[in-house]
Each structure stands twice: as C-alpha cells, then as structure tokens.
C-alpha cells in the first residue's frame, strides 16, 4: 500500500511544482499582464469621451479621458483662447502625462482648449496618435439667444420680449459686432444678462432707448457703448410705474436682491446719470462698477442717481470714471437723505457700504460733491477708499463727502489726491483722510484730456494705484 501511495504523492507534487513555475514565468512574461496591443499606432482620442468636472466652487476643473490600451502616456496642452488668434498657455505646454486625468486652475467667463495626444510606448512597439484631439470648455453661462450684428436691439426685443421667469435669461452680441439702441429695453422682473465677446467688445450705438427694469438683476459686460447722441434720462432706469407684483408691502418700496452690475465696459459721451430710480423706492442690494471706462460729458448729472432709495453694497473697483466737463451740480453718489438700511424693512439688512479700490477719479464732480447720502450716517455703515487716484474730483473734500465727514466706518489706504496741479492737502486731516499712507505727489496722467490715463508717477506705480490698466501700459 505504501509503494503505491508514494508515486502519487510524488506526482501530486511535481503538479504543484510545475503550476507554481508557470505561476512566477506568467508573471514575468510581458504579454500576460498587457493590453495585448503591439505593433500598433494608437488611435487618438475621440473628442466626446473627454470630460470636464469642475470643482464645487468652479475655481478649478478636472480634465479626464479614458485609456487607450498599449500607450505610453498622453501629451497635454491646456490654453485661454478669449482671443483664439492668440492662445495662453496654461500651466506647462506639450507636457507627458502618465495617466486619464488633469487638474487646472478656472477663471470665470473665459474659454478654453485643452489638446491631448496619445502617445505610444517603445516596450510594445506602440507609435503615437498620428493627430492630437482639441477640444473646447468655457465657464460661460449659456446664452438663451445670440443677436445678430447690426441689429437694433430695441426692435429685437419688440420682436422677442423677454420671458418672464426667475431663472434669469443671457443674450449675447457678436464679437465685434456693432448695434443701434434707439428705443426702451424693457427688462421686467427678470434677471437679464447682455454680454459681448471678451476680446473684441461689440460696439452699441444708443440714442433714446433706455435699459428699464422693474427691480431685477442685470449684469452688462464686455460692450462698448457711445452715448455721444444719447438723450436718455438714465443708461439703466428703474422704472417709475412700481410693479405691484415685486412691491414690499413693509417698506413700500421694491428690494431689489439680484445683483445689478456693469463689468468690462467702455461708455463714451453719457450726458445723464448711468443709473436712476427716478427717485421712487427702490433698494438695491448690489450694485457693481467693475474694470470699467466710464466718460461723462455733463456739468450737472449725478451719475449713481438713487435719490428715491438707495444701494446696499456700491462697489467701484479697477475702473476708470472721468468727465470731459467741469460739473458744477450733481454728486457721483446719491441716495434718498433720509432712506438708510435699517429702514428697509423685510430685506434683513443690518448695514451697508461703499467700497471704491484701484480706481482712477479725474475731473469728476471737480466743483461739486462726490456723494449726497446722509442716510448713510450711521455707525453701521463702512467706507473703503483704497489705491485710488484723485485728480481735479470731489471739489478737495472728496472723502470727507463719501464719508459724511467720519460717521461712516472708514478704511483708506495709499489713495492720491491732486488738484490744480498741486497736492490736495485739504483732503488730509481726521474728518479727511487721516490713513497717514495717502500719496502726495503728482500721478503724472499722461494725457487724460485726450483719454489716456497711464501712470507716470513713480509712487503710484510702485504702490500700484488706481485703475490697473493704466499701469501696464507703456
């Protein structure tokens, strides 16, 4: 019994053994373990299976494809193409990436391309992809419609009102494209957005048309607006019919909560305020100047013209706001005298600001005031004057006034103040300016006369005051 249990033993080990080997050899064995692709040129990849996952907070976005089996790896290449005749390479060009994924900074409406190559792998005998694949992402909402070039847009939006709904609608003007306005757009209770092209700002040509709102959101950006020839009581006018529909029955006015905003555009020639509530109540929560040229043509328009109500939180930041007139009337702020935020009864409001950084001022309000609010008086409520130039504005009490002399919470830095050709050193004292970093020497416009803003001042450039693209200009 012994001798045939033996041979078996032996021959059930020896199976072992060989299963073990084959095991170790099949691990080693290049082919087991791999796509089973050789020899080959590897196909690109196709456009519709690359994705775009942004973050939560859209600050970033992943970039992602799936395998391409026997590759070596992938060369990546992430661009700005706002101007696509002139790409921007984000992060590093052309660079391997070893593996289906890639992360890279956003900025808000921009668009992008990113390029990806399948490359091949020499252990396989694999080539590359003989074409790379592009493919197009862009953080820009989508537009609802996009108007033709050489459209009036009153006669458009005759033709195509806009619909009511809380969503909010976008319409887009063509790169480049030029436009009339020669009649009201009635904007209603919508939050509208209108904007142009990044790059190449289409240019609107206004005569009588305002933008009339019935207290919602609006946001313009990215267009050019000659109001040369424009009579209109106001750029944006709040409507002097109070809808009852949005009418707060506590304060008896309308909140308006949506932000209203004017973002990267240029208006040459305006005669009349740049937004008026045709002094009945309306509060806005928001209202946005940003990277904006504002020219002004009056002696007496107030330009931010809330003298029924008022505005929450006004910011002017990385703008420019001149006047090819010497204003003897009106402010550049105003606001009902006696309407402050806590009477705004059912907004939840508990304090408001007026916020004015890296700005350029010249010849605005030279022999009036910067501001008419005293509602604003109120210990609640905050001032921020920061890296501003000041030049012939605000008649030397220009902070003093935006401050209601120094009820309001100030916060000021590194702002210059020239009038008449010399230092306003009546802006400096503790109902003025009293920061102690405010700069007292010459800005040196280059010639604003003529709209030419670039920073000549040696302290000014080096603290990088006022509006930054007069900074970068040689």
Request: net charge neutral; with cysteine; proline share 4%.
């Amino acid at each position: 019994m012994k001798n045939k249990i033996r041979p078996l033993v032996c021959l059930l080990c020896m199976t072992i053994g060989l299963l073990a080997t084959s095991c170790v050899d099949g691990f080693k064995d290049k082919y087991v373990f791999s796509s089973g692709v050789t020899g080959d040129t590897l196909k690109s990849l196709i456009a519709d299976s690359i994705k775009f996952t942004p973050s939560a907070d859209g600050s970033t976005v992943k970039v992602s494809w799936p395998v391409v089996y026997g590759a070596g790896g992938y060369k990546f290449s992430f661009y700005k193409v706002d101007d696509p005749t002139n790409p921007v390479v984000i992060g590093t060009e052309n660079q391997i990436v070893d593996g289906c994924s890639i992360s890279f900074p956003l900025l808000p409406d921009t668009k992008y391309k990113a390029v990806i190559q399948t490359l091949g792998n020499t252990k396989y005998n694999n080539k590359d992809a003989i074409d790379a694949t592009t493919v197009n992402y862009s953080t820009y909402s989508p537009a609802n419609a996009v108007i033709p070039t050489g459209t009036d847009l009153y006669q458009y939006f005759q033709s195509n009102p806009i619909p009511s709904t809380a969503a909010g609608v976008v319409y887009e003007l063509e790169a480049g494209g030029t436009y009339t306005m020669t009649g009201n757009i009635p904007l209603g209770t919508t939050p509208v957005t209108i904007r142009g092209d990044k790059v190449h700002h289409a240019i609107v040509t206004m005569s009588t048309g305002v933008f009339l709102s019935d207290g919602a959101g609006l946001n313009i950006k990215t267009i050019d607006f000659d109001c040369t020839n424009f009579t209109g009581s106001s750029f944006i006018t709040l409507n002097a019919t109070l809808n009852s529909s949005v009418t707060s029955s506590a304060w008896g006015g309308i909140i308006v909560n949506s932000p209203v905003a004017i973002q990267s555009c240029k208006i040459t020639g305006l005669a009349s305020s740049l937004i008026s509530d045709n002094a009945k109540k309306y509060a806005l929560q928001t209202f946005l100047i940003k990277d904006c040229i504002i020219g002004q043509n009056t002696t007496s328009k107030t330009l931010i013209s809330m003298s029924g109500g008022l505005i929450k939180d006004l910011t002017i930041s990385n703008s420019t706001i001149y006047d090819n007139q010497i204003a003897t009337g009106g402010y550049l702020i105003q606001y009902a005298n006696s309407t402050n935020v806590s009477k705004i009864t059912g907004a939840g409001w508990a304090s408001g600001s007026v916020t004015l950084t890296n700005s350029t001022f010249w010849q605005v309000y030279k022999t009036s005031k910067m501001a008419n609010y005293s509602g604003m008086s109120q210990v609640y409520n905050t001032l921020t004057v920061q890296k501003c130039i000041f030049i012939d504005s605000g008649n030397q009490r220009a902070i003093r006034d935006l401050a209601i002399n120094t009820t309001m919470v100030r916060t000021l830095g590194y702002n210059s103040y020239w009038f008449g050709g010399v230092f306003a050193s009546a802006e400096i004292s503790t109902s003025y300016d009293n920061s102690s970093t405010y700069i007292n020497t010459d800005p040196q416009l280059k010639n604003p006369a003529g709209g030419d803003f670039t920073v000549g001042g040696t302290a000014q450039i080096a603290a990088k005051t006022g509006d930054p693209r007069w900074l970068s200009i040689n």
